[in-house]
C-alpha cells in the first residue's frame, strides 16, 4: 500500500475548499490545502461579504430622506467613500485569520503558493511535490471579460471595492446578478450610473414578472437602463472614458469607470488538470459524477470551478457531501447528499430579491397546470415614507399536488424572508399549509400566507 504525505489535498481555500479541509481534518485525516491568495476565495474577499456592506452602505442615502417623513429634521451626513473602503478593508483581513485560524485549529496543513495537478496521487505547489490519496479541486470561477475594443480599460467585479477616486458616473455592462447588484449598490451611494444590457430584460433564469418589476424599480431609483445594447469601443479622453455603444440607441457615454460583469468562468486554467487526465467541458468546468469525483477517481471537484450552481451554499452543501463520500458520515449521522431543487437564492439589488424554486414559464414546462398567486403593493413604511417603492410578491402551485413549487419576492430585506419559507417548500408544504398558517401583522412577509385568489388559473402549458 502506497505512503502518501495526506489523505486530501486541497487546491483551494475559498468557502468550498475550507470546509472540506477543516471537516476532513477533524475526522482524522491528514490534510493540506494550497492557496495562492487571501484566504476565504471570492465570497469573503471580493464577493458575498464586502458586497452585502457595500449593499448596507448604499442604503443610507435614502434611508436619510424618508427619515423626514417620520418627523426627522436636519440634512443627510457626506458619504467618505474612502472610510467606507477602509473599514471594509479591516473586517476582510479579520475574516481570512478566522479562516486561516479555523484551518490550522483542525490541524490542516496550509500551504501558500500555486498548486498544479500532477497525477492522480500528485501536486507540486510551486517547487515542491506532494502526493495524497485524494485530491480536491476547489478553485472557484473568475470574471469573464470579452475582447471589446478599449478592454484595457475596464474593471471587473473584483476591483470595485478599492476603485480610486470613487467614480461619480459609472457604466454597468450585463444584466445578470452581479452587474445589478453593483449598478443598485453605486447608484445607492452616488454615482449616475448606466446599466448596458444586450437582452430585452435584466437576469436571465429568473420568473419574467421578477425581471419586469426589478427593471421598474431600479429606474425608478435613478438607474439609466440601456436594453438591447451593447458596447462598440471604450476610448480615453481628457473627460474620462468615452463608451460607444451599438444596438438599438447607438449613443454614447462619458463615464469615470466601466464595469464589465458579464458572467463568470471556471478557474481551471494553469492547474494542468487537463494534462493530468481530468476531464473539462468545453467552458472549462470539471465534470464530475454525483459523488464529486473527476474522470480521475481520487480527484474530486466542487464549488463554480465545476460550473454548477454558482452559489457559496452551495459549495458548502458540495463540501460535506465529498467530506461524508471520502471518510464516512460523522457519528450518528446519515451521509449528505445535496440536491438542486428547491435552491434558495438572493440578490442584492435595492430593492432586494428572494427567489425559491421554480420561474412560472419552469414550473408550467415541468408540472403542467400551474397556479399564481401575485401580490403587487406598496409596503406600510412607504406610506410616511414619501418612497416610491413598491414590493413584489409571487406563488406558483402545482394543481396537481397543490404543493407550492416558486416563492418570488422584490422588497426590503426579500433574502431573509424567502429562506424561512424554502424549508417549507422543501418540506413539501402545499398551499393549503400556507393558508393555515397565521401571519405575523403588520408586516410584508404575511403577504405569502394571505394570497387568497389566483390572478392566473392552472391552465396547461402551451405546447
Known sequence: MQNFDFDLFVIGGGSGGVRAARMAAQRG??????????????????????????????????????????????????????????????????????????????????????????????????????????????????????????????????????????????????????????????????SAVAQVHRGEKLLSG??????TFIAGEMA??????????????????????????????ARAFTVDAVLYATGRVPNSSGLCLAEAGVTLNPKGAVEVNRHYQTSLPSVYALGDVTARLQLTPVALGEAMVVVDHLLGAAAGKNPRSMSYEFVPTAVFTHPNIGTVGYSEADARKEFGKVS???????????????????????????????????????????????????????????????DSTIGIHPTVAEEFVTMREPVKAAVAAKA
Open 220 to 249: 425608478r431609483s435613478g438607474v439609466n437602463l440601456q436594453f438591447n445594447s451593447e458596447v462598440a469601443a471604450i476610448t480615453k479622453t481628457a473627460q474620462g472614458l468615452r463608451v460607444e455603444l451599438k444596438g438599438a440607441d
Open 29 to 190: 485525516a491528514r490534510v493540506a490545502l494550497a492557496e495562492v491568495a487571501a484566504m476565504g476565495g471570492t465570497c469573503v474577499n471580493v464577493g458575498c461579504i464586502p458586497k452585502k456592506l457595500y449593499s448596507y452602505a448604499a442604503h443610507y442615502a435614502e434611508a436619510f430622506e424618508e427619515s423626514h417623513g417620520f418627523g426627522w429634521a436636519g440634512e443627510a451626513p457626506i458619504f467618505d467613500w474612502e472610510v467606507l473602503k477602509a473599514n471594509r478593508a479591516r473586517e476582510i483581513t479579520r475574516l481570512n485569520g478566522i479562516y486561516q485560524g479555523l484551518l490550522l485549529g483542525a490541524g490542516v496543513t496550509i500551504l501558500t503558493g500555486w498548486a498544479t495537478l500532477v497525477d492522480a496521487h500528485n501536486v507540486k505547489v510551486e517547487e515542491k511535490t506532494y502526493t495524497a490519496k485524494n485530491i480536491l479541486i476547489a478553485t472557484g470561477g473568475t470574471p469573464s471579460v470579452p475582447a471589446v475594443k478599449g478592454r484595457e480599460h475596464i474593471v471587473t467585479s473584483d476591483h470595485m471595492f478599492d476603485l480610486t477616486p470613487f467614480p461619480k458616473r459609472l457604466l454597468v455592462v450585463g444584466g445578470g446578478y452581479i452587474a445589478c447588484e453593483f449598478a443598485s449598490i453605486f447608484n445607492g451611494l452616488g
Open 372 to 434: 399564481v398567486f401575485r401580490a403587487d403593493f406598496k409596503a406600510l413604511k412607504h406610506t410616511l415614507s414619501g418612497s416610491g417603492e413598491r414590493t413584489l410578491m409571487k406563488l406558483l402551485v402545482d394543481d396537481a399536488t397543490d404543493k407550492v413549487v416558486g416563492l418570488h419576492m422584490v422588497g426590503p430585506d426579500a433574502g431573509e424572508i424567502v429562506q424561512g419559507f424554502a424549508v417549507a417548500m422543501k418540506a413539501g408544504a402545499t398551499k393549503a399549509i400556507f
Open 206 to 211: 429568473f420568473d419574467d414578472d421578477v425581471r
